[in-house]
């Protein structure tokens, strides 16, 4: 078996295991909010029969390891259960959602990822200029501040008291693709815009200060290389390295953090159906939507430890 199948079967191995410990988490956790998922159903009225069918009817009277099977069961299958609220599949109920939520990552990673590493590659190869002193203090502020924080204020410039360019909430409309509502996209993707760059940015001009210093690019420059070819093909492939790995954490970060953007801009995404289902108490549409994004950070980092492999002279040429 090549070596680097064996990596992939080994951390496709590992994403199992981690993704079978959140399914535990999850459920434990879900088990343990508080109040009766029967009453939060049929209301403080319901009567003491009504109330012990629909527990016998969800089976929520079994033992806990009993519904936990069941659960882990239908997973397994693709039946990710039906929402206690709404009466309807889970999968149905998210579907709309889980779309949006796919765009606005879409958009914010295909604009952040490629300016994130051209300024950061300008602001290594440019060191202690203007340019990078900006760049430097710029992403350190920004890195500074809740995602929260940088969508208020950009609610605040952009949608309400400076200028009136963009709405202030997301109002989607259900009845068209969210391709062509992409007004309604701005502001929560420059809001996931601005809290994923610095860190991509500040990770990229440090290894790329230390790929210029590094001795293969000295000596590269003094057998009379053209700067744009040393740059090409010795620094940049070099330094964009250490980023691949920030990358893959800032794109499952975005996954997971699109729940505060999403309820700060009522964007209607998983984000905003995880608030209304802790708040509604239905828990197959917690723990669908938790175990949704768990698996996206376990496919972001393998996907990122195959890249760092592929991309990397020194690893691809140990596996050989």
Request: hydrophobic content about 55%.
């Amino acid at each position: 078996m090549p070596p680097l199948l064996k990596i992939i079967l080994r951390r496709v191995g590992l994403g199992i295991l981690t993704l079978f410990l959140v399914s535990v988490l999850v459920f434990a956790a879900t088990q343990a909010l508080p109040g009766d998922t029967a009453r939060a159903i049929l209301g403080r009225s319901a009567t003491p029969e009504r109330l012990k069918e629909l527990r016998e009817r969800l089976g929520l009277n079994e033992p806990a390891t009993t519904q936990y099977a069941k659960w882990l069961g239908n997973i397994v299958r693709g039946d990710l259960g039906d929402s206690l609220v709404a009466s309807q599949p889970v999968m149905t109920l998210l579907g709309d959602r889980i779309m949006n939520s796919a765009a606005l990552v879409f958009v914010a990673a295909i604009i952040s990822i490629p300016i994130s590493i051209l300024i950061g590659s300008l602001s290594g190869l440019l060191r202690d200029r203007p340019f990078d002193t900006a760049v430097s203090l710029g992403s350190l502020g920004l890195a500074a501040l809740p995602e929260f924080v940088i969508g208020i204020l950009l609610i605040m410039l952009l949608a309400t008291q400076v200028f009136h360019l963009f709405p202030a909430v997301s109002r989607v409309n259900p009845t068209e693709s969210i391709w062509q509502q992409l007004n309604m996209l701005i502001l929560p993707a420059l809001t996931l815009i601005l809290a994923v760059a610095p860190y991509i940015i500040r990770i990229l001009r440090a290894s790329m200060i230390e790929v210029l210093e590094s001795e293969y690019v000295q000596m590269a420059r003094l057998k009379g290389m053209p700067e744009n070819i040393v740059l090409r093909r010795h620094a940049l492939p070099n330094a964009v390295i250490p980023a691949i790995q920030v990358i893959a954490l800032n794109l499952a970060w975005l996954a997971g953090g699109v729940v505060v953007v999403e309820y700060l801009f009522n964007y209607p995404g998983i984000g905003s159906g995880l608030v209304d289902a802790v708040a509604n108490r239905d828990v197959p549409v917690i723990q669908a939507i938790v175990l949704l994004i768990a698996t996206l950070y376990v496919g972001f980092n393998l996907i990122a430890d195959i890249l760092t492999i592929l991309v990397s002279p020194r690893l691809r040429t140990g596996l050989q």
